[in-house]
C-alpha cells in the first residue's frame, strides 16, 4: 500500500501541493485570539462577562477552524494516497536538466519570491511545482502549504513573514485551540471574582495567539518570536496575583531559566541561518537533510537548540522553574505549564528533525544527548513527584517526566510516537490539573496532606474524571497513555532481545530508563489519589460545610478532557495490532502527520511487540500496586487520616533518610542557582570585576592622562620656558647688552666724541677710498 | 708757483682746525676753529679754480665767505642762548643729551 | 716766480702759526686776535693767486664783520679777560692723532695726484669777470645766499633775544 510505503522512511520521488482555504488561511486562527485580546484590553472592562465573552468566542472560532483545517489537511492527505501515477507539471518556470528528485523546494521558493517582487507586499501564493519524478513507483509525498509575505528587506535579504501548515501544524493548532477553549470555560467559573478577571482572559487570549502563530511559523525567524512571546504570558500568567511575592518570584524564575535556554536558541537559529541560507523550516531541514550544512556545524546548532528544549521544556537541569511556575492560576497551569507552551520545545525539535537527525546521528547509534536528557529527566523528575505535598507540584513534576518521554523519543528517532505522547499528554494532564484546580477550588488549598482526604465522596465527577486522566497517565491499556507510550518504548529499538526490532538505533538506555519512569508515574499518581480522594478530610472549610462539587464550567471541561484521554489513543494504532479489514485503522494519526516530504528525515519506524507492550504494562501495575500496598493497606491501617507511615522507612534508614532529604531539596538545584551562581556573580564576581575595572582599567586610564599631564609639564617647564623662551629672551638682552655697551662708550653726551668720531671715521674712510681705489 | 703748495697750506690749516673743534671747551673757541677750515677751505677752492681758469672757485669761495658769516652769526646767538641757560660755555659739562 | 714763492712762503709761516697759536692760546681774546691775522695771511693768499675781489672781500667780511662778531660773543660769554686755566678739552691726544692722521690722509693724496701741476702766471681775474659770473650763470645761488643770510639774520635775533 503506497501509504505505509509512504511511511517507510524514503524521501518521496514526487510530491504535490497541499492547498485549501482552510489551509492557505490558516493564519485567521491565531489571528482571532490576538483580535481579541485587543479587544479585551480596551473594552473587556465595560463588558457583561468581563471580557470573558471575547476570549470564549474567538478561542471558539479558531477551534471550529482548526478542526475544519484537520478535515482538509486528512483531505489533501488522501488526495496524495491516491496519486499513482499522474504527475503534474509546474509551468512557466523553467528547471534545469537535471533530474533529480530532491529538487529542493528553497530553490523554487527563492526563485518564486525573487521573481516576485510586485508593488503589493501582499501574500503571494507561491504555487510550488511538482518535482519530476520517476516512474511513480516512488512514494507521493505532500508539500506543505506555505504562505508567506516579504516584510522587509535588508542586506540583499528579505525577512518574511508566513505560516506553513502540513499535519504537524494542523495536529498543534487541533490541540491548542481545544485546550484553550475548555481552559476558557472552566476559567470563567474558576477565576470569577478575580481582582484582575479582565487582564487573566486578556493574557489567556495572547498566549493562544502566540502559541498558534509559533505553531504556524514558517521560518525560525517567526518561531523565535512566537517563543519569545509565549514566553511573555508565561510570565504575565504565572505572576498573576503578584502581590504575593512567592507569585512574582516564580513568574521571574520561570523567565529567566527561559532567558538561559533561550541564549541557545537564538545561537542555534543563527547557526541554521547562516549555514543553510535560509530562515525558512523548510530549507533548513532540506538543507540538513541533503548534507548541504556540514556535520559539526549541525552538531553545534542542535546542542544550543537543545538548550532551548531544556529551558523551555523543563528538561533537566533547567526545569526548576516549572513546579514553582504552579503559582499561577491552575487553568494557566493547565494550559501553558502541561498542554501546550511547554511543547513548543517539542515542537520546534519536531519541526527542525532533520537538523536534529543529522547533528545528532540518531540513526544508528546508542547514545545521543537528546536521549539522555529526556531520559535522566523523567527518572529525576519522577523521583522528585514522590515528596511534593502541593497536588500541583506533583503534577508538575509528571509534567516534567512525560516531557522527558517526549524527549526521548525525539532522541531516539520515534518521531511520530513523540508527537502522538504530546497530543494526549495533553489532554490527559490538563485533564488532571483542572481536575486539581477543581479540588482546591472547593478546599481553597493545594496541599494534599493538609487539607485534602477523602474527596471522592464530596466531589465524584472530579474523582473519576481524574481517575480516568490518571490511568490514562500510568499508560494502562486501553487507556490513550498506554498507546502513547508504548510506541515511544518501541521507537528506542532496544528491545531487540524480545523480539520486536526496527528504530533507527539501538538506546538501550532510554528504553530501561522508560521502564523505570513509567513505574515512577504510576507509584506517585496512586499516592496522589489515595491523598486527595481517599482516607479521612483533613481539611478545614472554615464554616462552609463539608466540600461541594464545582459548577458545570468546570466539571464539564473535565468530562470532555476525560473522554479525549480515553479515546485518543485509538488515532494510532500500532501496526499490526489490527489484522484484516479493519487494518486500514492503524497509524491513522501517524500517517496524517508525520510529513512524507523532503524536508523530513527518512527516520526508521520501530516494529510494535508485543511482549514489550505486555511487558511495561506488567512494569505498570507492578508500581501501582506497591504504592497501593504501601498507601490503601499500610497507612490507611494506621489511620484513615493518616498520609504516611509514622514509623517508615526513612525514619529507620540513613540512606533512605539522606535520599529523601535530596529529594525535598530538588536536587540542590536551586541551591546552586540561587546560592552559588547568582550570589557568586553578585558577590566575588561582581566585585573582582569591579576592582579590575577600577584598578586595572580605569588606572591605566589614568596613569596615561597623568603622564601625559606631567610630560606636557616638563616640556612647558623646561623646553619651552627656558630653552625656547631662553633663546628668544637672550637675544633681546645680547641687544640690550650691546645697546648699554655703545651706549656707555659713544653716547655720553660729549659734543667733541661725537665730532671726534665723526672727523675719524671719515678720515679712515678717505684713505681707505685712496689707498684702494 | 706749484698748485701742491697752496693746497698743503690749505689742508695743515684744515687739520689745525679740527684739532681746535676737538680739542677746544669753549664754545667761541669752536667757532673760531670752525672760520679756519672754512679759510683752509677757501684758499683751496681760489686755488684750484685759478690752476683751471675758471672762475667757479672765486664764486664759490664768495658764496662760502658768505655763509661762513650767516653761520658765525647764527653760532654765537647760540652759544649766547647756552650761556644764558647754563651760565657757562663749556661744552665738555654739555652732556644732557647723555644716553 | 722766486719773489711769489718767497712772499708765498713767509705769508705761508705766519699763518700756520697763528693757526697754531688760535687753538692753543689760554686766552680768548688773544686767539681772536691771532684768528686776525690768519685772516689777514689768507687774504694775501688770495691776492697772490690773483683773486682780488675774493681777497678785499676777505678782508672786509671776516676780519671786518665777522671776528668783531666774535669778540661781541667772547665778551657776551663772560670770557674772563685774560688766560683761562682750562681752554681745552681734558683728553686732547685723541684730536692730535686725528689732525695728524687727516693730515697724512691729505697730503698723500695730494702730493700723488698734484706734485708738478703749476699754476699759470700772470691770471687775474677782475672784480668785472667775478660780477659777470655771478649775475649771470650763478644767480640762482646767489639769491638764495641773500634768503640764507635774510634767515640767518632773523634766526640770529630770534634765538638770542631776551623773552
Known amino acids: ?773 | ?99 | 716766480m722766486v719773489a711769489q714763492n718767497v712772499f708765498f712762503g713767509i705769508m705761508a709761516l705766519v699763518m700756520i702759526c697763528s693757526a697754531l697759536k688760535v687753538v692753543s692760546t689760554k686766552n680768548v681774546v688773544h686767539a681772536a686776535l691771532w684768528l686776525v691775522v690768519l685772516l689777514a695771511g689768507v687774504a694775501g693768499q688770495f691776492l697772490l693767486l690773483g683773486a682780488e675781489f675774493v681777497g678785499v672781500t676777505q678782508i672786509l667780511v671776516y676780519i671786518g664783520a665777522v671776528v668783531v662778531l666774535l669778540l661781541f660773543g667772547v665778551m657776551l660769554t663772560k670770557a674772563s679777560l685774560g688766560e683761562e686755566a682750562d681752554l681745552n678739552m681734558p683728553n686732547r691726544a685723541l684730536p692730535a692723532v686725528i689732525a695728524a692722521l687727516m693730515f697724512g690722509v691729505m697730503t698723500y693724496a695730494l702730493i700723488d695726484t698734484f706734485r708738478d701741476t703749476e699754476l699759470p702766471r700772470e691770471s687775474v681775474t677782475t672784480t668785472a669777470m667775478v660780477s659777470d659770473s655771478i649775475f649771470s650763470d650763478y644767480i640762482v645761488p646767489f639769491e638764495a645766499v641773500s634768503v640764507l643770510l635774510l634767515a640767518a639774520l632773523i634766526g640770529a635775533v630770534v634765538v638770542a633775544r631776551k623773552e
Open chain 2, 1 to 99: 708757483m706749484l698748485l701742491v703748495q697752496f693746497l698743503l697750506l690749505s689742508s695743515v690749516l684744515f687739520c689745525i682746525g679740527v684739532y681746535g673743534v676737538l680739542a677746544r671747551k669753549n664754545g667761541v673757541m669752536v667757532l673760531m676753529s670752525i672760520e679756519l677750515i672754512l679759510n683752509a677751505v677757501n684758499i683751496n677752492l681760489v686755488a684750484f679754480g685759478t690752476m683751471t681758469n675758471n672762475i667757479a672757485g672765486e664764486v664759490f669761495a664768495l658764496f662760502v665767505i658768505a655763509i661762513a658769516a650767516a653761520e658765525v652769526g647764527v653760532g654765537l646767538a647760540i652759544v649766547l642762548l647756552i650761556f644764558r641757560n647754563r651760565n657757562s660755555v663749556d661744552l665738555s659739562s654739555m652732556d644732557s643729551m647723555k644716553g
Open chain 1, 1 to 773: 500500500m503506497l501509504a505505509l510505503n509512504a511511511l517507510a522512511g524514503e524521501t518521496p520521488t514526487s510530491l504535490i501541493q497541499a492547498g485549501g482555504w482552510f489551509l492557505e488561511k490558516a493564519w485567521i486562527i491565531p489571528a482571532l485570539p490576538a483580535i481579541s485580546f485587543v479587544l479585551i484590553l480596551f473594552f473587556g472592562k465595560r463588558m457583561k462577562y468581563k471580557g470573558a465573552e471575547f476570549g470564549i468566542i474567538s478561542i471558539a472560532v479558531a477551534f471550529i477552524f482548526a478542526i475544519c483545517c484537520v478535515g482538509q489537511w486528512i483531505g489533501q492527505v488522501n488526495n496524495a494516497d491516491s496519486y499513482t501515477e499522474k504527475q503534474e507539471y509546474h509551468d512557466g518556470e523553467k528547471h534545469s536538466d537535471e533530474a533529480d528528485h530532491h529538487e529542493t523546494l528553497s530553490d523554487e521558493i527563492y526563485r518564486t519570491s525573487s521573481t516576485e517582487e510586485g508593488p503589493a507586499p501582499s501574500e503571494d501564493m507561491t504555487v510550488l511545482a511538482v518535482a519530476e519524478g520517476g516512474d511513480g513507483s516512488g512514494s507521493v509525498g505532500i508539500k506543505p502549504v506555505v504562505e508567506r509575505f516579504t516584510w522587509w528587506e535588508s542586506g540583499g535579504r528579505a525577512f518574511q513573514v508566513g505560516i506553513m501548515v502540513d499535519g504537524l501544524a494542523v495536529l498543534m493548532l487541533f490541540v491548542v485551540t481545544a485546550v484553550s477553549l475548555l481552559v476558557h470555560i472552566y476559567s470563567t467559573e474558576y477565576v470569577a471574582g478575580d481582582r484582575r478577571y479582565t487582564h487573566y482572559f486578556a493574557f489567556l487570549s495572547l498566549f493562544s495567539a502566540s502559541m498558534l502563530f509559533f505553531v504556524l511559523s514558517e521560518n525560525v525567524l517567526q518561531a523565535i518570536v512566537g517563543w519569545e512571546l509565549v514566553g511573555v504570558c508565561s510570565f504575565a500568567l504565572i505572576g498573576h496575583w503578584w502581590e504575593e511575592k512567592p507569585n512574582s518570584d516564580a513568574a521571574l524564575k520561570a523567565f529567566l531559566t527561559n532567558r538561559v535556554g533561550d541564549m541557545g536558541l537564538l545561537i542555534g537559529m543563527s547557526i541554521l541561518f547562516w549555514s543553510a541560507g535560509s530562515w525558512s523550516i523548510i530549507d533548513i531541514n532540506n538543507a540538513a537533510i541533503n548534507h548541504d550544512i556540514g556535520h559539526s556545524t549541525l552538531l553545534i546548532a542542535s546542542l544550543c537548540l537543545t538548550a532551548a528544549v531544556m529551558s523551555k521544556s523543563g528538561q533537566f537541569i533547567l526545569h526548576t522553574w516549572l513546579p514553582d511556575a504552579m503559582a499561577g492560576p491552575t487553568p494557566v497551569s493547565a494550559l501553558i505549564h502541561a498542554a501546550t507552551m511547554v511543547v513548543a520545545g517539542i515542537y520546534m525539535v519536531a519541526r527542525l528533525y532533520g537538523v536534529f537527525f543529522e547533528g545528532f546521528d540518531i540513526a544508528g547509534s546508542s547514545f545521543n544527548v537528546l536521549a539522555v536528557v529526556g531520559s535522566v529527566t523523567l527518572v529525576g523528575a519522577g523521583l522528585l513527584a514522590f515528596v511534593q505535598d502541593d497536588i500541583k507540584k506533583v503534577l508538575a513534576y509528571s509534567t516534567v517526566s512525560q516531557l522527558g518521554y517526549m524527549v526521548m523519543a525525539l532522541g531516539v528517532g520515534a518521531w511520530t510516537a513523540a508527537v502522538f505522547h504530546l497530543f494526549t499528554h495533553a489532554f490527559f494532564k490538563a485533564g488532571l490539573f483542572l481536575g486539581a484546580g477543581s479540588v482546591s477550588h472547593s478546599v481553597h488549598s493545594f496541599d494534599m496532606k493538609k487539607s485534602m482526604g477523602g474527596m471522592r465522596k464530596f466531589m465524584p465527577t472530579t474523582y473519576k474524571t481524574f481517575v480516568v486522566c490518571t490511568i490514562a497517565l500510568m499508560g494502562l491499556p486501553p487507556l490513550a497513555g498506554f498507546w502513547s507510550k508504548d510506541e515511544i518504548l518501541v521507537g528506542t529499538g532496544g528491545w531487540g532481545l524480545f523480539g520486536g526490532t526496527g528504530g533507527n538505533g539501538t538506546y538501550v538506555f532510554a528504553l530501561v530508563m522508560g521502564i523505570i519512569g513509567a513505574a515512577l508515574t504510576c507509584a506517585y499518581m496512586t499516592r496522589v489519589i489515595y491523598l486527595t480522594f481517599f482516607g479521612e478530610f483533613r481539611g478545614d472549610t472554615h464554616g462552609h460545610g463539608d466540600p461541594h462539587e464545582s459548577g458545570k464550567r468546570i466539571t464539564i471541561p473535565l468530562i470532555i478532557l476525560a473522554v479525549m484521554a480515553t479515546g485518543a489513543g485509538f488515532l494510532n494504532f500500532p501496526v499490526g495490532f489490527l489484522t484484516g479489514s479493519k487494518a486500514g485503522w492503524q497509524e491513522r494519526f501517524g500517517h496524517y502527520v508525520e510529513p512524507v516530504a523532503t524536508y523530513f528525515p527518512p527516520i526508521a519506524h520501530g516494529t510494535p511487540s508485543w511482549s514489550l507492550a505486555i511487558f511495561s504494562t506488567v512494569v505498570a501495575l507492578t508500581g501501582v500496586s506497591a504504592a497501593a500496598y504501601y498507601y490503601f493497606v499500610k497507612v490507611n491501617a494506621q489511620s484513615p487520616a493518616a498520609t504516611e507511615l509514622t514509623n517508615g522507612l526513612t525514619e529507620k534508614n540513613k540512606a533512605a533518610k539522606a535520599g529523601h532529604t535530596l529529594l525535598k531539596q530538588k536536587y540542590y538545584l536551586d541551591h546552586l542557582y540561587t546560592d552559588i551562581i547568582a550570589n557568586g556573580t553578585k558577590g566575588p564576581v561582581a566585585d573582582a570585576t569591579y576592582w579590575t575595572n577600577q584598578k586595572g582599567i580605569d588606572e591605566a586610564v589614568n596613569q596615561v592622562g597623568k603622564q601625559t599631564a606631567r610630560a606636557a609639564n616638563f616640556v612647558y617647564e623646561k623646553i619651552d620656558q627656558n630653552i625656547v623662551d631662553g633663546v628668544v629672551n637672550l637675544s633681546g638682552k645680547a641687544s640690550e647688552g650691546l645697546g648699554e655697551t655703545t651706549r656707555t662708550i659713544i653716547q655720553r653726551g660729549k659734543i667733541h666724541q661725537y665730532a671726534a668720531i665723526m672727523f675719524a671715521a671719515t678720515t679712515i674712510l678717505a684713505g681707505l677710498l685712496i689707498v684702494f681705489v
